[in-house]
């Protein structure tokens, strides 16, 4: 059974519904294996627990937001 996993930060109930279905189809086409052997499954991390660059994804989303409204 193929086994798929994806972690990543907060997703909507729609965004995971959406995810897990294109992720599926696209692993069964490729792999030439029945959608139903796919297993998914999505780890969420809050943004304070992810960092790039030495500061945490809410930082940096803060920071772009301040410099899309300066524009």
Known sequence: MPFITI?????????????IRKLTDT??????????????????????NIGIGGKTIDILKKEYMDK???K
């Open 7 to 19: 972690e990543g930060g907060t997703l909507t109930d729609e965004q995971k519904e959406l995810l």
């Open 27 to 48: 692993a069964s086409e490729i792999m030439k294996i029945p959608s139903e052997f796919f297993m998914t499954t999505i780890k969420e991390l809050p943004d304070k």
């Open 68 to 70: 899309m409204n300066k």
